[in-house]
């Protein structure tokens, strides 16, 4: 499948390189300092998935946002910081990891572009829906893209990571 950059009036979301990881990581040690993850985690996700794997380019050295998705199971978290090692050989949803926007960035529409690229590739890729976990404080937003309270399939430790208020979410795609 060939992943065309999402455009808007404000500016483009295109497909990540390698050589946007320095940036990425940049960003999110800046919006996210308590839930770190290292280059070498956001880097095995741009290899398994990378095309679930956007940045909106500031300029040569920054990127304004990200996005990390990949195929994965409904009802599991991946682990905070760690790498997935492979893609289960079963997934039946596109788990959205990382959407994150520099503060700057945001209140213009693009949080919400990106989550239609990725409803369409979700659908395109035959994903039965979406899962994500919300940082406390971006839930309204996520309820607000059709997401709503999803159920693990165990007691998910991964999930306690993310800190107090956080929560499994889900958007059904069928």
């Excluded at 990127?63 to 682990?79: D, E, K, L, Q």
């Excluded at 039946?92 to 990891?97: A, E, K, T, V």
């Excluded at 693009?110 to 369409?120: D, F, I, P, S």
Aim: net charge neutral; charged share 20%.
């Amino acid at each position: 499948m060939t992943c065309t950059p999402v455009n808007d009036a404000i500016g483009a979301w295109q497909p990540m390189r390698p050589a946007d990881l320095a940036a990425t990581v940049r960003l999110a040690d800046e919006v996210f300092p308590d839930y770190r993850e290292d280059r070498a985690v956001f880097a095995e996700k741009l290899w398994l998935y990378p095309e679930g794997c956007f940045v909106l380019p500031l300029d040569t050295e920054n990127v304004g946002g990200y996005v990390f998705s990949h195929p994965w199971i409904t009802g599991r978290v991946p682990a905070l910081n760690q790498k997935l090692g492979a893609l289960p050989p079963q997934c039946d949803c596109l788990y959205l990891h990382d959407l994150t926007l520099a503060p700057a960035r945001r209140g213009q529409g693009l949080a919400g572009a990106m989550v239609r690229r990725l409803e369409t590739h979700a659908r395109q890729a035959a994903f039965e829906r979406l899962a994500l976990t919300s940082l406390a404080g971006s839930t309204a937003f996520w309820r607000a893209a059709g997401f709503r309270h999803g159920t693990l399939l165990s007691d998910e430790a991964p999930l306690t990571a993310y800190g107090p208020g956080a929560q499994y979410m889900v958007r059904d795609l069928r």
